[in-house]
């Protein structure tokens, strides 16, 4: 047993080169580009996902990128286009010979037409405007229309709807009859003759009934309807929420002017989770792909916020200046209890953001969840103040120093549990995103807590 076990092959490990591009693969790829070897840079990208390709071209310097996008030429697929990160977008569109750029471009659903284009600059919008049929640019047009970041602007306007009275052979005999059907798709919307969804038929169901079955007798038990204006991120939410696979978009009248999928859903569903992990970090929205200015630009203005919660941190320190001066122990361990209060209170603040995001955290429980976070930093406070007394007491030599430093970790883990919940909640409630702000306001409590403590209880027992 014990042989087999050793024998097993270590998935973590596996895991971690699982789907990366095959690094012969890049190798034969920038060689051929170096050799301006069309024939053998089309072999070598053949087998390659666009996923893939996109990830490449994100990889290589911009130098590389625009001769083998030069390269590659005709072969060069909507779907890349779709699968790039933003940052390099518009960049490979300007490299694109404006010829493959059309052809490209009328490959893709109207819905990743709107994504690739809603962020460009206008010339190039207008470029690939050009590049499509009039009743697509009609449609796609219609979609940049409304309010970014909405189910608008995230739908697709190619939908496959049924009237509510036909049986399962007319809407089969409509399939099969129809030369525009979308690429994907997974249900026939049911509508009224006002053109009002009323329900969803699964292409599973209507292929495993008969002919004779009305269609409203085959409609899903969960059934959502999103409004055109309505917040992408709780689109996303209601995708994730009940398990929807896609869902049909209505305008202010409720007709149906669009549909959405689990695809684009889960998408913006990881757009916001990266968005809180970045925000959470004072990183701003930037990517692997952003030039040095950009990037200065975009964590200057936390860097400068985290400068002025060290300054408020060093003048608490600043009215013990005479208490530090007597006994150097304390320079020695006040560093301990800030990073300590400040790890707490980022652990209790991520979870509370995270739960904010996924509407967890509610009016309902959120001062059982503030209880629960106490807690939490009341029992680590006082293991870690054990701890910590005993370092005290055999580095220092002191029981008394070790007794103050052990009050002051109880404290800060305490006020570092209630701050990491209380703050971001405050913050949602006035309209302010907790992601973005929190991390600030949580590290100025926990440093100036912690200092205040230690340092105020030092005085008071030792001098």
């Given at each position: ?11 973590e490990?596996e ?7 095959d ?11 170096e050799?301006?070897?069309?024939a053998?840079?089309?072999?070598a ?9 996109a ?8 130098y ?12 060069f697929d ?16 300007s490299?694109?010979?404006p010829q ?12 990743d037409?709107?994504d ?5 600059e ?6 690939i405007?050009d ?7 009609v ?14 602007r ?22 099969r ?7 994907q ?5 049911l ?16 292929m ?23 917040y ?10 009940y398990?929807?696979i896609?869902?049909p ?15 684009d859903?889960m ?6 989770h990266?968005?809180?992990i970045m ?8 990517s ?8 200065t ?10 400068l ?11 009215q ?9 122990a304390l320079?020695v361990?006040?560093p ?13 603040l ?5 739960a904010?995001a ?5 009016g ?23 701890v ?13 120093l070790?007794?103050?430093?052990a009050?002051?970790m109880v404290?800060n883990l305490?006020?570092a ?42 005085v008071?027992?030792?001098?």
């Open positions: 047993m014990t042989d087999q076990i050793e024998e097993q092959p270590d998935v490990a895991s971690e080169d699982a789907y990366a591009l690094r012969k693969a890049v190798m034969a790829i920038l060689f051929a580009v050799t301006e070897d069309r053998a840079l089309v072999a990208m053949e087998p390659l996902h666009a996923a893939d390709i990830d490449l071209l994100e990889q290589v310097n911009p590389d990128r625009a001769r083998l996008i030069r390269l590659y030429d005709k072969e909507g779907d890349i286009l779709s699968e790039l990160d933003e940052g390099i977008r518009e960049e490979v569109i490299v694109l010979n493959v750029l059309a052809d490209a471009v009328r490959e893709l659903d109207s819905d037409v709107v690739l284009i809603e962020d460009l206008e010339p190039q919008q207008e470029a405007l590049a499509l049929e009039d009743s697509e640019r449609a796609v047009e219609q979609s940049l229309a409304y309010p970014e970041y909405s189910a608008g995230l739908m697709q306007r190619e939908v496959v709807a049924a009237p509510e009275h036909w049986t399962v052979g007319d809407a089969i005999d409509f399939l009859s129809s030369e525009e059907l979308p690429e798709f997974y249900h026939i919307t509508v009224d003759p006002r053109m009002h969804p009323v329900g969803n038929v699964t292409l599973g169901r209507l495993g009934s008969r002919r004779e079955v009305p269609l409203s007798d085959l409609v899903e038990e969960v059934f959502q309807v999103i409004p055109a204006t309505q992408e991120g709780d689109v996303a939410y209601a995708f994730n929420q398990h929807l896609s869902a978009v209505v305008d202010d009248e409720g007709r149906l002017v669009g549909v959405i999928t689990i695809d859903a998408a913006v569903l990881d757009e916001e990266e968005e809180d925000r959470l970090a004072g990183v701003g929205e930037g692997l792909s952003d030039r040095v200015i950009e990037t630009k975009q964590r200057l203005p936390w860097l400068a916020v985290n002025v919660t060290a300054v408020l941190a060093s003048l608490v320190i600043a013990f200046e005479a208490a530090i001066a007597q006994l150097v320079a361990l006040m301990i209890v800030a990073s300590m209060g400040g790890n707490a209170g980022t652990q209790s991520t979870v509370a953001v995270r904010i996924t509407k967890d955290l509610t309902a429980n959120v001062w059982r969840v503030i209880r629960r976070e106490v807690l939490v930093g009341l029992v680590n406070g006082v293991i870690f103040a054990v910590m007394g005993i370092v005290g007491l055999l580095w220092f030599g002191s029981p008394a070790g007794y103050v430093i009050a002051a404290i305490v006020v549990g209630l701050a990491g919940t209380v703050i971001p909640v405050l913050l949602e409630r006035v309209g302010v995103d907790p992601a973005l702000a929190s991390g600030a306001f949580v590290t100025t409590v926990t440093d100036v807590v912690g200092f205040f403590a230690f340092l105020g209880l030092a008071v027992v030792l001098l």
